[in-house]
């Protein structure tokens, strides 16, 4: 036969997908010279597909799936939205309650239209003996490395081993001691516990006749290396942050309080964002009661998401419409572990930096953590410093409009000229200059801070200067009101708090209002009026302004003064913690520093 025949052919024959060297029609066997050889297994890949192409549900997994599948498409029609809220989280809840089923496919078909339009669910096939299995996980929420090393490599050394056993308990016994090399592999057993694993970072794997999957923990994704605090900053005392990580965030608080009295429950929030939560306190110290009272607050929250512990505050506060803050918060460990130390409760959120901690009086929010790492008298400088400035800060410009406005008697004659002179070709009455100045100073601080960093303070410093000395020689506004409002800006700054600053500036603009029109005696009327709601304010059951009010006097050493640290012995009477003590008597070192 001609080579351009024979090649002409052997192309035909290729392409047509039989193999050259054999006719059509004709078998491997029929050749002269061949050799049987060993079937391939089928791949892992090719299993998974035939098990998935054979699964059927039972008729308690169609029911299961399709109501909740109503029950999501039902949020988007128009109708009572209480029923198809309550509607998801009953649906949500049925499937924490079907179990996982026994075969493969039925399991992996509820799974995968669970997470239908999920590009990032990855569904890997597996053969464990002669078994068919699937190793879930969400890609980008766990390290593939650790699984490669931790489930893969090991499943692949022992699965041939002739001692795997082949009845379910004892098979799953058998992967999580000796098939998987992972120290936190749990079961699973329902459909709905199988989805919050692979939601949370972790990997599960389902074997074909095995009624329960193994969730191994494999958690990888980018996340923010422990940091100063960008707000709380601090001379002396530890310069480490909270995170946007829980299980960082907690071993920063661990390694504080190296106790198995330290307890840190878990709660998840959010029928979308499944946020973790972390109760945090120390047992036989903070009060059973405050405990339940927080876990009750919280359990009974039901919304869509829970985005940062800002948004828990709201919810669990025992007056929201207050402006005044009922629960504190923090972004500093140390402070929350002498918070707990005191009695008191921390919550941590899953993607928040910040703590909160419950709960807190009006004097707790004038304290600082520092506080207790300077000398008592330096402490109790500071603390006095702190309270004077936030009067200064309330008071400061509405004290002015009253006393130019109507008490000019009270002015010294001097003083009193100057600030005529300085008011002369003003065209706005005093009240409306100082609320104008404010309103500005307010634009400045908030353009300040939702710039980048570099370019937010050259805004805040070029506007405080130049538009205000502007504004001063275009006789808009007078210098005095510059000073007034620059010494009151100024003063709120001291105030460690930022929910409490935000309520003290928020309540300068009624008071200058007040103050506008009925003069001293206004400033009055609005100073008795946020005594009168501070006095009948709680957090938590505690009153805001304890222990001044109602008065507890062995609580006093540690309000306004702070009293020498051999004299704190007790925790604050108002927790009503049961172990009250928190240190030896007697530890006065004493002159001979003997302790007598």
Known sequence: MPIGSRLLRYLTRWAEGTPTGQARGSTPADLPGHTEQPSRPETPSVVLQAVLANAQL??????????????????????????????????QEGLELVPLPASLGAALVLIKELFSECDDLVLRGLMIGNRPAALLFVRGLVKEERLELSVLEPLGRHATESQMPESGPALR???????????????????GHVVDGLLLGDAVLLVDGLAEGLKMAAQGWERRSVDKPVVESTVRGPQEGFTETILVNTSLLRRKLKSPHLKIERIVLGRQTRTALAVIYLKDVAAPSLVDEVKRRLRRIDVDGILDTGMIEEWIEDQPSSLFPQVSYTERPDRVAGNLLDGQVAILAEGSPTALTLPVTFWMLLQAGEDYYHRFWLASALRLLRALFLVVSLVGPSTYIAITTFHQEMIPTNLLLSIVASREGVPFPVMLEAILMEVFF?????????????????????????????????????????????????????????????????????????????????????????????CG?????????????????????????????????????????????????????GAGGDGS
């Open 173 to 191: 016994t058998w992967l999580a001691s000796v098939a998987i090399a992972s120290d936190k592999a749990e079961p699973v057993k329902s459909v």
């Open 58 to 91: 039972s008729a308690w997994e169609t029911v299961a799936l399709n109501s909740y599948q109503a029950a999501v498409q039902a949020l988007a029609v128009q109708g009572n939205g209480a029923l198809r809220v309550g509607a998801l989280k009953a649906a």
């Open 442 to 534: 307010e634009v400045l601080r908030e353009a300040g801070l939702r710039l980048p960093r570099p370019m937010g303070q050259a805004i805040s410093i070029v506007g405080a200067l130049v538009l205000g000395q502007a504004a001063v020689q275009s006789g808009l506004v007078s210098t005095s009101v510059v000073i007034t409002v620059a010494i009151t800006g100024i003063s709120s700054f001291i105030i460690p708090g930022y929910g409490l600053g935000s309520a003290i500036r928020l309540l300068r603009f009624p008071l200058m209002l007040l103050a506008g029109s009925l003069g001293l005696f206004g400033i009055m009327i609005g100073l008795l009026a946020i005594l009168v709601h501070l």
């Open 537 to 589: 304010l709680r957090s938590f059951g505690v009153p805001y302004l304890q222990p001044v009010a109602p008065l507890t006097w062995p609580d006093l050493r540690d309000v306004l003064l702070r009293a020498p640290a051999w004299l704190l012995g007790r925790r604050p009477a108002m927790l009503g913690s049961p172990n009250r003590r928190r240190q030896a008597p007697w530890l006065d070192p």
